[in-house]
């Protein structure tokens, strides 16, 4: 079983910062890619930025480029989202991702956390 903890939500006016922070712990036997999505009422969960373990390959929302930065620790299968210049269209909930795909292909499903709230006033 995966736990992820989740943290560094709340509120910031627009303009301001805030930093996310997810602690992967458990079974998370080939950890390949950590992420962050971002859902608001009525609307599908989107991508917000995803990192690979190896390599450390990122993807980012148009949307976040230039002002959310996603990092890792491997050592504490961990990963962070640093968001800067936040405006209040970013309000959402923050769910953390885990994927893991073993390299011989076998893959365990993924995993989310229980989401956190980031709400920018204007």
């Known amino acids: 079983q995966v736990q992820l903890v989740e943290s560094g939500g709340g509120l910031v006016q627009a303009g301001g910062s805030l930093r996310l922070s997810c602690a992967a712990s458990?079974?998370?036997?080939?950890?390949?890619?950590m992420g962050w999505y971002r859902q608001t009422p009525g609307k599908e969960r989107e991508l917000v930025a995803a990192?690979?373990?190896?390599?450390?390959?990122?993807d980012y929302a148009d949307s976040v480029k230039g002002r959310l930065t996603i990092s890792r620790d491997n050592a504490k299968s961990t990963v962070y989202l640093q968001m800067n210049s936040l405006q209040p269209s970013d309000t959402a909930v923050y769910y953390c991702?885990?994927?893991?795909?073993?390299?011989?292909?076998?893959?365990?499903?993924?995993?989310w956390g229980q989401g956190t709230l980031v709400t920018v006033s204007s």
């Open positions: 991702n885990i994927k893991r795909v073993c390299p011989a292909g076998y893959w365990y499903p993924e995993v």
């Open positions: 458990g079974d998370i036997r080939c950890l390949s890619a």
């Open positions: 990192t690979t373990t190896a390599g450390g390959s990122t």
